[in-house]
């Protein structure tokens, strides 16, 4: 998230005992929150309860007292249970104090320190109810790793010196050590490892303490020294992806925009937001440009008539006029950027609810085919129907492309080719031989099956 800023005048309010409100009768509002590890640019908040709408504030550490807000999230009225907070990592502390405030003046909206009297701090007793609480941080992400051979750790807050340590993947878990860089106790930033060995695609970031000869990685060579750092059982590992393009976006509320947690483009290119046409990406109803490297909080613009309760972001390369996106108005400008011979994307919740699937994969057997005569399949989201069709002899089949982007329909074998396909257009073909035909689009696609390809298999 993006950083939020504050001033110490809120520190100096309320140790004037001014701007809180008492709590109620009814209801004894309480923050209830323990010791953590964070590896993912949250904290969660055990309880909250709360007298009517409220929020729950992360504050930083300012010499024993609470600092600039990191991070906050909105409550219901009443008990509210594994609250989670979005953290700006970079201001993380090794100590944080979770504040509990109201919501009283616009609803939804956090107000403390912009609108006179608003979303006050809540007391009980005189006393803020803001608990402090223990955290050890490690914040990273996915990447690409160039010729100079380094990553980098975007922030680290740990109550003592220490190391972060990066290691090479083995079978899903942390491998041999590619590198590490020392930490000091309290907050860290823009940390780079140099690394040595077979970077994998790939990599462990893992926080370790400096328990031996200080300022010497010892962990392996002298016994007990410099281990990973654990709490709660768990240790301060997690993956990052450094291999290819990547990108991370979650289930979100969309009314008028997308965003893009993490967006890692090989040289620059765009995101956009297609759509959902039954599974499938569907028209493009948004999309943004994005730097070469790793883009944080990435906003997309979508046209909200268009707008549907699923939508997949999709990577494009800017190959054409840099800073134009040209896709499907200029030949061969723009594509989709292709990871493991898959168009990269995947769908997202605009709605706010949690979605069970994560990627689409259009492989089923096309539920288009008919007993003979005549077969439709529809080119959208850069895919042929459902990839595989099996029709009898004789069959006429017709696709028609629907999406916003051009295509091709080209047989492997050369029996049938389409030439180019603008939106609207059609292109017909008529089986008179049993046997199995691969085709793809000369634009997305390959022969082999490679990227935007399909089958249609001819029973006679």
Known sequence: M????TTFLLILTLLAGVAVVAAQDDVTPSVTVEDQLSLDG???IAEVVSSGPGWLVIHADNEGAPGPVIGFSAVEDGSNSDVEVDLDA???TPVLFAMLHTDDNEVGAYEFGQVDGADAPVAVDGNVVTPAFNVELVRAYNQLVGEDSTVNIAAVATAQDGWIVVHADADGAPGPVLGQSQVMAGSNADISVA???EVTDTLFPMLHVDTGEAGVYEFGQVEGADSPVVVNDTVATFPITVGSPSVVAEDQMVEDTVTADV???????????????EGAPGPVIGFSAVEDGTNLDVAIEVDADGLTDTVFPMLHVDTGEIGTYEFGEVEGADGPVMVNDEVLTFP???TGEMMDMEATEETTEDESASAGGETAIEISGFAFGAGETTVPVGTTVT??????????VTADDGSFVSGNMNTGDTFTFTFDEPGTYAYYCEYHGGAGGEGMAATITVEG
């Not at 696709?399 to 091709?408: G, K, Q, R």
């Open 90 to 92: 970079m201001g993380a």
């Open 2 to 5: 993006k950083h939020l800023t």
């Open 195 to 197: 690394l040595e060995g």
């Open 263 to 277: 967006v890692v483009s090989d040289g620059p290119g765009w995101i956009v937001i297609h759509a959902d046409n």
């Open 399 to 408: 696709w028609t492309n629907a999406d916003s982007a051009p295509h091709t």
């Open 42 to 44: 949250t904290v969660t």
């Open 348 to 350: 997202i919740s605009a």
